[in-house]
């Protein structure tokens, strides 16, 4: 059974940086996209970024520039450096691993980002 599970959330000021880890558990790492997701309060769950087991990536418009994903398949590990941070990066972040045949969907707890002075 997979179980992914996510660190690194906290508070930091506007302009600052955190970075996020999800360990992947249980499974065959490089066959599945990884990606990071993220839901404020009262708006729909978007994509922040995602990375192929080819290490391709594709994020979401309103990080781009800010943001970097990465992949280290000797930990089995995901990780998400967020640079820049605003206020509106505040949100639950989640990680979730796609297997590339769209079989198996695994999702995190969840880790809370909150951009704040």
């Known amino acids: 059974q997979v179980q992914l599970v996510e660190s690194g959330g906290g508070l930091v000021q506007p302009g600052g940086s955190l970075r996020l880890s999800c360990a992947y558990l249980?499974?065959?790492?490089?066959?599945?996209?990884v990606g990071w997701y993220r839901q404020a309060p009262g708006k729909q769950r978007e994509l922040v970024a995602e990375?192929?087991?080819?290490?391709?990536?594709n994020y979401g418009d309103s990080v781009k520039g800010r943001f970097t994903i990465s992949r280290d398949h000797a930990k089995n590990t995901v990780y998400l450096q967020m640079n820049d941070l605003k206020p509106e990066d505040t949100a639950v972040y989640l990680c979730r691993a796609l297997r590339i045949d769209r079989q198996f969907d695994y999702w995190g707890q969840g880790t809370q980002v909150t951009v704040s002075s």
């Open positions: 249980g499974g065959d790492f490089a066959s599945h996209v």
């Open positions: 990375i192929t087991g080819g290490y391709s990536t």
